[in-house]
């Protein structure tokens, strides 16, 4: 059973336009939320993270957004670059452990 | 600074040959896991370490064993490999939540194909 769902397999922006990536959980027992980058053939990197008790936050041209109530967070990006085409996959963590539960991640493509 | 190092970074098993997939880091941390890749599944915990001597199974823990064999090194094996565990496998690493979540170093995957 996947309690982080990524729903949106892949997205397609232009360059200079808002990309917006979605992600969806069920465990209200998850205290923060990450999310990360990966790009082919290298490991996941880490992009910004979330507390379960704010609702934004923002670095440069990422911000992610939480809907505690809906079970809900979102990452926007803005203005894309065509760097930024990657997989993004959300992911969560539960208070006091150190285990980190992926979705299934969104292939961003940002064309010129 | 090397970070998380896998080796290999490609195999081609047999169905029911054996295997040691090996992690190493460098940066000191306690907590290390393995995560396997799959099209369409995201990235799922496999096996997780919170220190040396002791393992936790994670969300597919079944047709894997792990060793932690000190504070770098976190092996998983595979006893018998199946086609179904046709994957890329990435080991990761990192502090005990020293900031309020846990940022994990990822290594750059281990392509593993079973035939």
């Known amino acids: 059973d996947q309690q982080v769902k990524q729903n949106s397999p892949s997205l397609s922006v232009q360059e200079g336009r808002i990309s917006i990536l979605n992600c969806d959980y069920t465990?209200?027992?998850?205290?923060?939320f990450l999310w990360y980058k990966k790009y082919p053939a290298e490991g996941p990197t880490f992009l910004i993270s979330?507390?379960?008790?704010?609702d934004k936050n923002e670095d440069g041209r990422f911000t992610v957004f939480l809907n505690k109530s809906a079970k809900h967070l979102s990452l926007h990006i803005v203005p894309s670059q065509p760097g930024d085409s990657a997989v993004y996959f959300c992911a969560a963590q539960a208070e006091n452990t150190d285990k980190l539960i992926f979705g299934t991640g969104t292939r961003l493509q940002v064309f010129p | 600074n090397a970070g998380v190092t896998q080796t290999p970074k490609f195999q081609v098993l047999k169905t029911g040959q054996s295997m040691t997939l090996q992690c190493a880091q460098d940066?000191?941390?306690?907590?290390m896991y393995w995560y396997r890749q799959d099209p369409g599944m995201g990235l799922r915990l496999i096996y997780y370490?919170?220190?040396?001597?002791?393992?936790d199974k994670g969300e597919v823990p079944n047709g894997y064993n792990v060793s932690r064999l000190n504070k770098r090194e976190f092996s998983l094996r595979l006893e018998s490999a199946a086609p179904s565990q046709t994957s890329v496998y990435f080991c990761a690493s990192s502090e005990d939540r020293a900031l309020p979540y846990t940022e994990a170093f990822f290594g750059q995957g281990t392509r593993l194909t079973v035939v």
């Open positions: 940066m000191n941390h306690n907590s």
């Open positions: 465990n209200s027992m998850f205290d923060y």
């Open positions: 979330i507390s379960s008790i704010k």
């Open positions: 370490s919170a220190s040396e001597g002791t393992t």
